[in-house]
């Protein structure tokens, strides 16, 4: 569900034209609805009541100020990967205690600022990581929590490269190894132990995987149990997937049901990190039509928006839906639609059956909101395009499109190469 919808043939956000908004910052943009942002947080709140989990928010989905914000004022916590997002989830006021940080590269500036800013938990990665971060926190005289990323070597059925949870991939640590590393906890004199994390993977519609590898997880925990070792945390992390053309994926509720049973057993605390599943349909990304070109084989809509803008056609090949911003009853044609990048991976769809536009109209790229503007790159020195939030009938823009300027920012000619 979310609030992109038509009126009159024209598609809002909300209560704004989003014909009105392309007016006023130029195309292509991002633009997210607060209403759908928060409505999804909350649908997991509720679903997930019983057990009044800790829902970090994957920040890597979308680490906008005002999205991030958005969240933190209705109670989130943020699943962090970077020193970066750590700084920037501090800084719209989120507690330190409800951030956990993940990642296979942590580095010592990276795991020194984490202390420092007394976060929940280091989601752990690797054995070596573990001994790194216990060596700085007696470097720092502190005491940190961590909890161990396990693979659960499952298969989860999405993209190639979104699946995390087997052990072809970099993620998580084997079960043996995290095994023995409970069992040799007096090793991290300034680490505690508590808790086990997974991370299956992203964009997985069913319940089966979830379900398979929680429980392969509860089972481990029982055994550490019958050992004497005890944790406190569990992280399930996060991975549900949405609607993006045709899938039919679970909602929270349907989520809840299936592994709350599960979860309620271990007696654990919950923390949970979805990222698509909060803001993936909350955004749009509008691009407008540049040129129609037909070669005699193939009809392209060459847009002004590109790879660099929305990457996710060209590295997962993702489908996204695309709409005209201003319904019409022109006939259907089958096109490409692409960017004006210089490579043949930029692409928004191929193939795809559309009605025909012409050049200056706008698109509506959907469910753009996830992995969207925080992969856009500047590649062919395009500057990132802004991104805008709607809140009932009005707009603002939340990050400024860049501009030349801050292009160049940093970069110069070595001292041989200037003239005069
Ligand atoms: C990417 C990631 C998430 C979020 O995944 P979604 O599919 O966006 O829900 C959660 N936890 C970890 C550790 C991740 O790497």
């Known amino acids: ?32 609805s607060y209403k759908t942002l ?36 209705l109670g989130a916590g943020i ?42 938990l280091f989601n ?14 007696r470097r720092m005289k502190r005491q940190v929590q961590a909890a161990l990323r396990i693979n659960p070597d ?79 945390y569990l992280d399930i992390g996060g991975g549900l997937g949405i609607i993006y053309k045709d899938e039919t994926p679970q909602t929270a509720q349907e989520y809840a049901n299936k592994v709350l049973p599960i979860l309620e057993k271990t007696g654990l605390k919950i923390i949970m990190e979805p990222g698509r599943f909060i803001v993936g349909n909350a955004g749009i990304f509008v691009t407008k039509v540049l040129y129609l070109k037909d070669n005699g084989y193939k009809k392209f809509f060459i847009v002004d928006g590109g790879m660099n803008d929305l990457i996710r056609p060209s590295l997962y090949d993702a489908y996204h839906e695309i709409v005209p911003v201003k319904q019409t009853r022109a006939s259907k044609i089958k096109v490409d639609v692409v960017g004006p990048i210089c490579e043949s991976g930029d692409f928004f769809a191929h193939d795809r059956l559309l009605a025909k536009v012409n050049k200056g109209d706008l698109l509506a790229v959907m469910s753009a909101g996830a992995y969207g503007y925080v992969m856009a ?31 160049m920012r940093g970069e110069r000619l070595p001292r041989f190469l200037r003239t005069s």
């Open 38 to 73: 928060t409505d999804h947080f909350l649908k997991m709140q509720r679903a997930f009541a019983r057990i009044n989990p800790m829902i970090c928010f994957a920040m890597k989905s979308n680490g906008n100020l005002a999205v991030i914000k958005s969240l933190v004022d």
């Open 79 to 120: 699943d962090i990967v970077s020193v970066g997002e750590l700084k920037k989830a501090l800084r719209v006021g989120a507690d330190s205690k409800k951030i956990v940080f993940a990642s296979v590269g942590k580095t010592e500036e990276e795991i020194a600022f984490a202390i420092k800013a007394g976060i929940l």
């Open 154 to 232: 499952v298969p989860a059925p999405t993209h190639e490269y979104t699946n995390t949870g087997s052990l072809k991939k970099k993620f998580g640590i084997d079960l043996r190894t995290t095994r023995q590393i409970f069992r040799s906890q007096k090793k991290y004199s300034n680490v505690k132990m508590s808790g086990v994390h997974i991370h299956i993977g992203s964009q997985i519609t069913s319940g089966g995987p979830f379900v398979g590898a929680i429980k392969k997880v509860a089972a481990f925990i029982d055994d550490l149990r019958e050992e004497g070792i005890d944790i406190e």
């Open 124 to 137: 752990v990665e690797s054995e070596p990581e573990l001994l790194e971060i216990n060596r700085i926190a």
């Open 1 to 32: 569900m979310h609030d992109f919808h038509f009126k009159n043939n024209e598609l809002f956000c909300e209560n704004v034209k989003v014909s009105a908004v392309a007016k006023s910052v130029g195309t292509p943009f991002y633009l997210y």
């Open 377 to 407: 790159s500047n590649y062919n020195i395009r500057g990132r395009v802004p991104e805008v939030m709607v809140r009932g009938n009005k707009f603002e823009i939340v990050k400024e499109r860049e501009t030349f300027k801050d292009l």
